[in-house]
């Protein structure tokens, strides 16, 4: 894992040139990532939360590791300690350099009667479910299945993990691990037992678990709400869960489904997923919803574009569902295959009272033969009405590959922007991937984009060192 710092936190760099400097490398312990051939499952996921609640993050990672069993294991790191390092106390002005193991959880901890070990982790997301206080983590598993369901024929596949987290005790002498283990509890799949055995051809891999969200807030006791996506269901029509209340006292449960949603045929409808929330009380019953990613659907030219959808979500004694409104390339735009929807990323999310503010990243990695493509997405007007505005974010000409499979969001001072993925991009003539990121100069309410843009790949040279602790 290579580690970036902002340069602002030096002065003595802030005409450099770049935003982020390379800070440091940490190696993960695991095999050879080969024996798999979707890299896929060679990838690592990240992401963070507080999970012991000490006012510090965490870092969650789920990776490839091929001992005596093929598998994905989770390891949850924490700051590192000054004492660990070699040169200085780590008292740099942008913080302490390293990390530190603090817990790592495979297939076998949650529960070993299950198969399908290699996507163990293949989604991560953090979130409020059982404690206002506490971060949980929940652990996607898309090919999860039982061992007296052995050939994947005979049961529909995946499942999601919830842990919750755990507050450290600042009086122990023990490290507490920050994710409690013993109260997990595994959310299968809802149409695993819906087929008949044997299964029709190609039903049985639904990728449940593949796509994770969370609707900040929305439930009961301001927890969030679950969104899981299934978008190899019905032979890759795709469906969407959302979920009700996760938690019984402060113990996680099994939630009940409060609604489902599907796509088009062969449109891999919920292969990506992002929640909205705007603190807008003038409108409290607009206040959240979710985006849906189906970047296999076909227009009525019957070309693989891709298709983004936007639904309004209302709480209540039960919940509603609009569909605002379906979003697709524009038509400068459009070419076939463009996977538009692939990948989804909500910017100015969270504290906002202005529908203008929110914008929605829509990564089309197909694009262009595989060049890639992104669109800054507003999807609402400021009446809080659906739109398609928003602007294009081209990929860096001759060297992208994939560009847009990966997106995130990204916010410092007054400013915000997106990290975007190129994971095929060409460095120094090598197929070797690149992140850019691209910070909007423009206030977030206007549709154009000025972004200060920078480039982060392995040859950028920085202050990597120590490696590992």
Do not use: C
Request: glycine share 10%; hydrophobic share 30%; aromatic share 10%.
């Amino acid at each position: 894992m290579y580690f970036y710092r902002g340069v602002a936190t030096d002065p003595s760099e802030r005409n450099s040139g770049r935003r982020y400097m390379p800070w440091f490398v940490h190696n993960i312990d695991t095999a050879s990532f080969t024996d798999l051939e979707d890299s896929l499952f060679n990838s690592l996921t990240l992401a963070s939360g507080d999970f012991d609640n000490d006012g510090r993050v965490e870092l969650a990672v789920s990776y490839p590791y091929y001992g005596l069993d093929r598998e994905r294991r989770v390891t949850i790191y924490g700051q590192a300690l000054p004492t660990a390092f070699s040169q200085g106390s780590g008292s740099e002005p942008w913080g302490i350099k390293g990390l530190r193991e603090l817990q790592t959880i495979t297939p076998s901890d949650i529960d070993p009667e299950y198969l399908g070990k290699e996507t163990f982790g293949i989604e991560l997301t953090t979130g409020k479910l059982t404690s206002r206080a506490n971060d949980d983590l929940l652990i996607g598993w898309s090919s999860a299945r039982k061992k007296q369901f052995s050939s994947m024929s005979q049961q529909a596949s995946g499942a999601v993990v919830h842990l919750r987290g755990l507050t450290a005790n600042p009086n122990s002498d023990t490290t507490t691990p920050p994710l409690d283990v013993t109260t997990s509890i595994i959310i299968e799949n809802p149409a695993s037992q819906s087929f008949p055995i044997p299964f029709p051809s190609g039903s049985s891999r639904h990728d449940f678990g593949s796509s994770i969200s969370l609707v900040q807030g929305s439930l009961s006791g301001a927890f969030d709400t679950l969104v899981v996506g299934a978008p190899g269901y019905d032979s890759n029509r795709g469906r969407v869960y959302i979920y009700g209340n996760s938690v019984l006292g402060s113990i996680p449960r099994i939630p009940e489904i409060l609604a489902t949603l599907e796509g088009e045929p062969n449109s891999r409808f919920g292969h990506s997923l992002a929640s909205i929330y705007v603190d807008n009380t003038n409108a409290p019953n607009t206040n959240h919803s979710t985006v849906v990613g189906a970047p296999n659907e076909r227009n009525t030219e019957s070309r693989a574009i891709g298709a983004v959808y936007h639904y309004g979500l209302g709480f209540g004694t039960e919940v509603t569902i609009v569909e605002r409104g379906r979003f697709t390339a524009p038509s400068h735009r459009l070419s076939s295959n463009m996977q538009w929807g692939y990948s989804l990323s909500v910017l100015g999310d969270g504290n906002d009272s202005n529908y203008e503010q929110i914008q929605v990243g829509i990564g089309a990695p197909g694009a262009e033969s595989n060049q890639g493509l992104v669109f800054a997405w507003h999807p609402f007007t400021d009446s809080g009405d659906f739109s398609n505005s928003g602007a294009s974010l081209t990929a860096p000409r001759n060297n992208s590959r994939r560009y847009g499979e990966v997106i995130s969001s990204i916010s410092f001072d007054t400013r915000h922007g997106f990290l975007i993925s190129a994971p095929r991009g060409i460095v120094n003539a090598q197929e070797s991937g690149f992140v850019q990121a691209r910070i909007n100069q423009e206030s977030l309410t206007n549709s154009t984009w000025n972004s200060d843009r920078q480039l982060i790949h392995q040859g950028v040279k920085g202050d990597l060192l120590p490696e590992n602790l």
